[in-house]
């Protein structure tokens, strides 16, 4: 199972963006094989262009990538968060997010991280006050709010897409109970003209016996029964094809309850 098999891609995007866009929290949501399932929201120069730009900077990011777990921080001071996207136990994603500072920033700090990383301070400088500010109350608040949420509606889409699946197995079972019904009836048919046959060979048998007197007496007997067995057996036939008859009308009445539930 996964996530974009329960829910439409565009709606998993606009809910990103938007909460992205009120949160000033960067975004992004990966499946369980780590391909992104959303393009990322509110990346920023500072992270994507500059520390993730270059060879040492993106081997400590891949790092906090692999370990990070929650909200954390990562190696160059800003707050990162990782929260996983789970259905009936199962893990079908994740999402990260953060890029966010947590406190005014300490530029020396921050020009030796570029420097440790190779690149140059003043651009990384002018990157860095693009980041936006937040209390860390309000980050670990933003990543909650944004685990609950996706979470929620996960779940929720796969509620009906598990119900809808159950429907569509029953329409299913449906349409073969029905063909099996109707096979039914007409092999009872068939069996009802081989009866109504039997009857009529039993009739002659009784006419020939008659003819035949005293010689054909046992005859006429074993004729009789015939005649009996096949008349029970008409009946027999004649229920069985009233029954199949009721099936397939509570067939059809089922078939249409759950067509009005899906409307």
Same mark, same amino acid.
Not at 20 to 39: F, L, N, Q, R
Not at 231 to 249: C, F, H, Q, R, V
């Given at each position: 199972?996964?996530?974009?098999?329960?829910?439409?891609?565009?709606?998993?995007?606009?809910?990103?963006?938007?909460?992205?866009?009120?949160?000033?929290?960067?975004?992004?949501?990966?499946?369980?094989?780590?391909?992104?399932?959303?393009?990322?929201?509110?990346?920023?120069?500072?992270?994507?262009?500059?520390?993730?730009?270059?060879?040492?900077?993106?081997?400590?990011?891949?790092?906090?990538?692999?370990?990070?777990?929650?909200?954390?921080?990562?190696?160059?001071?800003?707050?990162?968060?990782?929260?996983?996207?789970?259905?009936?136990?199962?893990?079908?994603?994740?999402?990260?997010?953060?890029?966010?500072?947590?406190?005014?920033?300490?530029?020396?700090?921050?020009?030796?991280? $570029?420097?440790?990383?190779?690149?140059?301070?003043?651009?990384?400088?002018?990157?860095?006050?693009?980041?936006?500010?937040?209390?860390?109350? $309000?980050?670990?608040?933003?990543?909650?709010?944004?685990?609950?949420?996706?979470?929620?509606?996960?779940?929720?889409?796969?509620?009906?897409?598990?119900?809808?699946?159950?429907?569509?197995?029953?329409?299913?079972?449906?349409?073969?109970?029905?063909?099996?019904?109707?096979?039914?009836?007409?092999?009872?048919?068939?069996?009802?003209?081989?009866?109504?046959?039997?009857?009529?060979?039993?009739?002659?048998?009784?006419?020939?016996?008659?003819?035949?007197?005293?010689?054909?007496?046992?005859?006429?007997?074993? $004729?009789?029964?015939?005649?009996?067995?096949?008349?029970?057996?008409?009946?027999?036939?004649?229920?069985?094809?009233?029954?199949?008859?009721?099936?397939?009308?509570?067939?059809?009445?089922?078939?249409?309850?759950?067509?009005?539930?899906?409307?």
């Amino acid at each position: 199972m996964e996530i974009l098999d329960l829910i439409d891609k565009e709606k998993l995007q606009r809910l990103q963006d938007l909460f992205a866009d009120a949160t000033g929290v960067a975004v992004s949501m990966i499946d369980k094989e780590g391909k992104h399932v959303t393009e990322v929201s509110n990346f920023l120069d500072f992270c994507m262009k500059y520390t993730r730009g270059s060879e040492i900077g993106l081997k400590r990011c891949q790092k906090c990538d692999m370990e990070g777990v929650g909200t954390y921080f990562c190696h160059a001071g800003l707050m990162d968060f990782s929260a996983d996207i789970v259905v009936e136990g199962e893990k079908l994603g994740a999402i990260l997010g953060g890029q966010v500072l947590p406190a005014p920033p300490d530029f020396d700090k921050f020009r030796k991280v $570029a420097e440790e990383i190779g690149v140059d301070p003043d651009e990384y400088i002018e990157a860095l006050k693009e980041v936006p500010v937040k209390t860390e109350k $309000a980050i670990r608040a933003s990543a909650d709010l944004m685990e609950e949420m996706i979470n929620m509606l996960v779940n929720s889409e796969y509620i009906r897409y598990r119900e809808k699946n159950k429907i569509n197995i029953m329409d299913t079972e449906i349409d073969v109970t029905t063909k099996n019904v109707e096979q039914i009836e007409s092999m009872v048919q068939d069996l009802t003209k081989v009866s109504r046959k039997q009857n009529i060979l039993a009739l002659n048998a009784s006419i020939e016996a008659a003819r035949a007197g005293e010689a054909g007496r046992g005859f006429n007997i074993v $004729a009789g029964e015939m005649g009996k067995l096949s008349s029970m057996a008409t009946e027999k036939y004649s229920a069985i094809i009233a029954k199949a008859g009721e099936i397939d009308e509570s067939l059809k009445k089922i078939n249409e309850e759950f067509k009005k539930s899906e409307e």
